[in-house]
């Protein structure tokens, strides 16, 4: 399995409450992602890294901001917490070029209340 | 921009059974990556299998295979000799080559009936 953790697990937070979301890797993948997951939409791409301070938006970017300052580390934060961000939120990396697919953290389970 | 639609919401299957799940994708690139991931209860992401686009032989790996109409922008799954441990929702994601971001689509959840 590919060495990706996240943290926290799972958070409840009120809404207009600052939350960073913690990516770690262990695999030195260049490239790394942020998802977000709710139901009938499958994952979308919220943002991505392709290298440290190297950042770009995805197709759900709105009140999310991202930052990577270690090969190792990608953080999502939501500035001001949401309910519309309630969601399962999954940290991805990639090899990146040709190899083309994707692993997986295990989620973090985030509920704005 | 590229979409990916996965027609069924849910399929369901009898133990040793096949199933076929359909994927359809919308692109005009010639080179690309199509993907099947799985994703069971506990909610962990799953590569199941892996095709290029170049590639005219339809990837298999052990139970799983796909068909990949290139023409019709298709890509099914057949999983075969269903086993319980096949319960999960499964997505079919889409990457063009060297474009390092994928697309998925909405997901099938594939129920596994003994």
């Known amino acids: 399995d590919a060495g990706i953790t996240q943290s926290p697990r799972h958070k409840v937070t009120e809404t207009g409450t600052p939350v960073t979301l913690r990516c770690h890797q262990t695999?030195?993948?260049?490239?790394m992602y942020w998802y977000r997951q709710d139901p009938g939409h499958g994952l979308r791409l919220i943002h991505y890294s392709y290298g440290v301070k190297d950042t770009d938006k995805g197709e759900v970017s709105d009140g999310y901001s991202v930052s990577r300052s270690k090969t190792e580390d990608f953080l999502l934060t939501l500035e001001s917490a949401t309910s519309s961000q309630t969601s399962v939120y999954f940290c991805?990396?990639?090899?990146?070029?040709?190899?083309?697919?994707?692993?997986f953290g295990p989620g973090t389970r985030l509920t704005v209340t | 921009a590229q979409t990916v639609t996965q027609s069924q919401p849910e399929m369901s299957v009898q133990e040793a059974e096949t199933v076929t799940l359909s994927c359809t994708y919308d692109t005009s690139e010639s080179d690309y990556y199509l993907f099947w991931y799985k994703q069971p209860p506990s909610r962990q992401m799953i590569l199941v299998i892996r095709q290029e686009a170049y590639k005219q032989q339809n990837a298999t790996e052990n139970r799983f295979s796909v068909n990949f109409q290139k023409a019709a922008k298709s890509f099914s799954l057949k999983i075969s000799d269903s086993q319980l441990g096949d319960a999960a929702m499964y997505f079919c994601?889409?990457?063009?080559?060297?474009?390092?971001?994928?697309?998925f689509g909405g997901g099938t959840r594939v129920l596994v009936k003994p």
């Open positions: 994601a889409y990457g063009k080559a060297a474009g390092n971001k994928l697309t």
């Open positions: 695999e030195n993948h260049r490239y």
């Open positions: 991805a990396i990639s090899e990146g070029g040709h190899v083309g697919e994707q692993y």
